[in-house]
């Protein structure tokens, strides 16, 4: 006996085809050194660097803290990897043939910044 409803699944359409991805051209090196938030903590003792935990370094702080790493090179296997999506706050990637998302939740798991409500216009520079 045939199966009545045929399921055929498929990763939705890529934005650069396996094999086609755009080759990195340029070498971008963005690397972070936790020591030099506690180097920095040590020379300005507690209460001062508390002070400036409280500016908007506060949560690039917490990332030291928390020993985020952000790799130029995953997030650029990310992008090239991509899906084509019409969710804004979702970036959906492939991994093999496994597709995955990284949005605004999964942001905030490995940030621990706020990210809810809606995004306020941009600051005009002065």
């Not at 019409?86 to 990284?102: S, T």
């Not at 490995?110 to 002065?126: H, Y």
């Amino acid at each position: 006996m045939g199966d009545p409803l045929p399921l055929r699944l498929a990763l939705p359409e890529l934005r650069y085809p396996i094999g086609s991805e755009p080759e990195k051209t340029i070498s971008i090196n963005q690397h972070s050194i936790v020591a030099y938030i506690k180097t920095v903590k040590e020379i300005l003792g507690n209460d001062e660097f508390n002070r400036i935990r409280g500016t908007f370094l506060g949560p690039v702080i917490k990332l030291g803290e928390r020993s985020l790493k952000l790799s130029a090179k995953i997030v650029h296997a990310v992008l090239t990897k991509s899906i084509k999506t019409v969710k804004r706050h979702e970036a959906w990637f492939h991994f093999g043939a496994q597709p995955m998302r990284f949005s605004i939740r999964e942001f905030h798991m490995v940030t621990g910044l706020k990210c809810s409500g809606e995004a306020r216009e941009p600051r005009e520079e002065t």
